[in-house]
């Protein structure tokens, strides 16, 4: 028998020959559109704030390669989209040394404690968006009103959860939340720039129809059985659709090819997960978004999955 050499490496796995750094610039570019509408809503701010989060992840990759005598990656674009992402989760006017200490859970804790990039369990940038909403909940709760400053108002599920629906519906039209003039996140405002973006990753193959479909296609079945049995008590699913970071979540870090299944039947598995945690958490949750949380849990089963999947392969085409 010939002399042969396995080698084995860490995630992201893709089936093509881009390099990391085309694809993590790739996710920038997509990511653009939803920038582009942060700043066209809330201003100078906003743009400031994802410089902020974006440099600074940059800046701690950097150092912890130096500490640990590696090759120095903060210019891969993996630290780069983290940043993004990490800014895309805020309010426009979250304190600055508050987002710097979020790049630092996300790149330092998150991501450089488990070993680095394609070894990291939990989406950096969520693990972080999550750390900040349960150290900082005020300063993560205040919603500027786009185009106005020093205004701020609650989100629309905030207000959904606190008001009720008839004062959500009222205060925030469902063409207007498609757009992206209502208060939330930076980069959940709006969906047709989210939309937008995605075209670019679907198009690259990056990512594929299976987790979105599946993660916001759950969502909206759960939301909706219980709007259609009382209409009067929860919002429609379309409302649901365009409202809080559904879309940002399930096109742009439920995908992350690092903490995501590898197969197909997983990947379902995984946004169908998401999909349905989204959705209690929403309606039955203390929080407004359940987003956030949803991905994260899911990510802790992925190593599960994975192994039930490929016990199930093996199993199946075991010779008898």
């Known amino acids: 028998m010939e002399n042969t050499k396995l080698i084995i490496t860490y995630p992201p796995y893709t089936k093509n020959t881009d390099s990391i750094e085309k694809v993590m610039y790739t996710v920038v570019l997509a990511l653009l559109p939803a920038v582009g509408a942060a700043v066209y809503f809330f201003g100078i701010r906003a743009l400031m704030l994802i410089l902020v989060c974006s440099i600074s992840s940059m800046a701690f990759e950097y150092i912890i390669n130096k500490i640990r005598n590696q090759e120095v990656a903060c210019f891969d674009g993996s630290a780069l989209v983290t940043g993004i992402l990490l800014a895309l989760n805020l309010p426009a006017n979250f304190p600055y040394w508050m987002a710097v200490l979020g790049s630092f859970v996300a790149i330092v804790v998150v991501k450089q404690l488990f070993g680095g990039l394609g070894f990291n369990v939990f989406n950096p940038a969520l693990a972080a968006r999550v750390f900040l909403l349960?150290?900082?909940?005020?300063?993560?709760?205040?919603?500027?009103?786009?185009?106005?400053?020093?205004?701020?108002?609650?989100?629309?599920?905030?207000?959904?959860?606190?008001?009720?629906?008839?004062?959500?519906?009222?205060?925030?039209?469902?063409?207007?939340?498609?757009?992206?003039?209502?208060?939330?996140?930076?980069?959940?405002?709006?969906?047709?720039?989210?939309?937008l973006g995605s075209v670019i990753l679907f198009w690259k193959k990056y990512i594929t129809w299976i987790i979105p479909v599946s993660f916001v296609g759950s969502t909206l079945v759960f939301v909706g059985i219980f709007h259609y049995i009382y209409p009067l008590e929860y919002a429609s699913p379309l409302w649901h659709f365009v409202t809080g970071g559904l879309l940002l979540g399930a096109l742009f870090m439920a995908t992350d090819m690092v903490t995501t299944p590898v197969s197909k039947r997983g990947q379902l598995?995984?946004?169908?997960?998401?999909?349905?945690?989204?959705?209690?958490?929403?309606?039955?949750?203390?929080?407004?978004?359940?987003?956030s949380f949803a991905i994260l849990i899911m990510n802790g089963f992925v190593p599960l999955i994975d192994r039930w999947d490929n016990h199930s392969n093996s199993k199946k085409w075991k010779v008898k």
């Open 134 to 195: 349960i150290s900082f909940p005020v300063a993560m709760t205040i919603w500027p009103v786009p185009f106005v400053d020093m205004q701020t108002a609650a989100s629309p599920l905030g207000v959904l959860k606190t008001e009720g629906l008839h004062a959500a519906v009222s205060s925030v039209p469902v063409w207007q939340a498609f757009i992206g003039k209502v208060g939330g996140s930076l980069g959940e405002t709006s969906a047709l720039a989210l939309l």
């Open 269 to 291: 598995i995984f946004g169908l997960g998401c999909g349905l945690l989204t959705g209690i958490i929403r309606l039955f949750g203390g929080y407004p978004e359940g987003v």
